[in-house]
T-cell receptor, first 113, second 117 residues
């Protein structure tokens, strides 16, 4: 596979569930990102990892827990979410966190019931 | 205050015509970058074009060009010879310094472009 992949593409979960989103990049990049895209709101940067180290946490609630075991993989662990957390979650990567463009995955459409 | 402003929530353009999507930004940094991304209905964000704050010439990538007016803090995207496949959401974004060598990416709310046959 090439580019940035995300699984699952769609996820429906209850507020008491625990689930994880997975992102994998096949571009040899060193920086990875999680974004939240809600309807009619700007894309919100959640977390940034550069060379597996977290460099950015934009005041994201602790019910979202990122994990970056290596430069190719990024996870977002979810637990006790709220209905307002329903959104499209996009993963992106770039050569490093100072490089120009980011390459995005197709996203995971999350619905919290 | 909004850092990135896209005032056109929706735009229509006739196939083969040119269209300009507006973007204004706000930053106190001297060094920053401006980007445009395209998001088709499939959801994937696709990088289109980049303009650095110190670049003297407007960026161009195929049918895309960025009309960079630094004094006005605007970075409008021009798509020439529109195609049906250009129908999508278009996001303007800015990378600015965040201190300690880190950077922050800020996105606008987007403009939905519809190309008419």
């Amino acid at each position: 596979e090439t580019g940035v992949t995300q699984t699952p593409r769609h996820l429906v979960m209850g507020m008491t569930n625990k689930k994880s989103l997975k992102c994998e990049q096949h571009l040899g990049h060193n920086a990875m990102y999680w974004y939240k895209q809600s309807a009619k709101k700007p894309l919100e940067l959640m977390f940034v990892y550069n060379f597996k180290e977290q460099t950015e946490n934009n005041s994201v609630p602790s019910r979202f827990s990122p994990e970056c075991p290596n430069s190719s993989h990024l996870f977002l662990h979810l637990h006790t979410l709220q209905p307002e957390d329903s959104a499209l979650y996009l993963c992106a990567s770039s050569q490093d966190h100072t490089r120009y463009e980011q390459y995005f995955g197709p996203g995971t459409r999350l619905t919290v019931t | 205050a909004q850092k990135i402003t896209q005032t056109q929530p929706g735009m229509f353009v006739q196939e083969k015509e040119a269209v300009t999507l507006d973007c204004t930004y706000d930053t106190s940094d001297q060094s920053y970058g401006l980007f445009w991304y395209k998001q088709p209905s499939s959801g994937e964000m696709i990088f289109l074009i980049y303009q650095g704050s110190y670049d003297e010439q407007n960026a161009t990538e195929g049918r895309y060009s960025l009309n960079f007016q630094k004094a006005r803090k605007s970075a409008n995207l021009v798509i020439s010879a529109s195609q049906l496949g250009d129908s999508a959401m278009y996001f303007c974004a800015m990378r600015e310094g965040h201190g300690s060598g880190t950077y922050k990416y800020i996105f606008g709310t987007g403009t939905r472009l519809k190309v008419l046959a």
